[in-house]
Each structure stands twice: as C-alpha cells, then as structure tokens.
C-alpha cells in the first residue's frame, strides 16, 4: 500500500491540501494534485528547464523538487503570472514578439525571465542570452525569445502602462 501523507502547498496566493506520496515530484503534484498543468515536463531530469516554477520568488525547476520538502514556501506557476482581465507584460511580450510555436517551454521561460527581469530591469542582449541559457526550445529558435525579453523589459519599466500596451514587439527599438 503507498505511503500516502497529507501535503499542504501554498501556490499562486492560495493553500492546498492534498493526499500524496512523499517522494511525489512538485511538477507531478502541481499538475496531477493540483490540475495546474502549465507547468510541463520535458526531460524530468533538470535540463531542460520546461518546468520551472518559482519558489519564494526564485526560478526553480520542479522536476528537481519533492514537493513535501517546499510545504513552507510560495509556489508560483505560469497560472500565477497573469492578472483576472490581462496578460502579464512578459506573456504579451511573448505573443507578440512571436516568441513561441508549440509553447511546449514557454512557461519555464516565463518564469525565469519573470525572476531575471526584477533583477535587470534594463538587461544587455548578452545578459539576456545568459539567463535564457539553461532553458530549452526545440521548435521556435532563440531570435524572438530574445527580441521578446527585451520588449517584455521594457514594457515592465513602463508600467503600468505597459499592461495596456498592444502596440506589437519594440525589442531594439
Ligand atoms: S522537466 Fe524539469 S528541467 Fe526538464
Ligand atoms: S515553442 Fe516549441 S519547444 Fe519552445
């Protein structure tokens, strides 16, 4: 019989409590406890980076995670990023920017530039291309991805503005 335990999550503002196994990965309980399922799972083994989520404020890939060892910190997810009525800066920046295809990464992108752009509000397109290196796309290649955090970048130092920004990709402009 499994070793069930109850868990208890703080994630995207809220608490949830869930029967599950302790050695249950945070990816897994995010998405099969909790149908949170905008955080994907790629490679499962840290590389990829189509899992990441925030943990306290901090880009961390949740295939990595058990997810009784963070019952005591704030989970964030890509459900987490937008607001009721508007796409976050960073996910418009993305549509607009053309900064995906599949959209299989683009949460674990959102979620570590979200962390990366409250560092650098102002970043370099080499300080850009840095903090992207740990994420993976297959399908879109790096171009918009790029052009897309600078856009987004600019659009969070115009805030809030910038929520209600529909004037298409600035990236370099
Ligand atoms: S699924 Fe976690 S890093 Fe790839
Ligand atoms: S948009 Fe398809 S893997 Fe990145």
Redesign the pocket.
Known sequence: MDDQRKLSLQVNGKRYERMAEPRMLLADFLRHKLGLKGTHIGCAHGVCGACTVQIDGRAARSCLHFAIDVQDCEITTVEGLAGDDALHPIQQAFHECHA???????PGFLMTIEEFLRDNPEPSEAQIRTALANNI????GYANIVQAVADAARRLREQPAAAADAGGCHAGQ
Do not use: A, Y
């Open positions: 995906l295809q599949c959209g299989f990464c683009t796309c297959r399908c879109t």
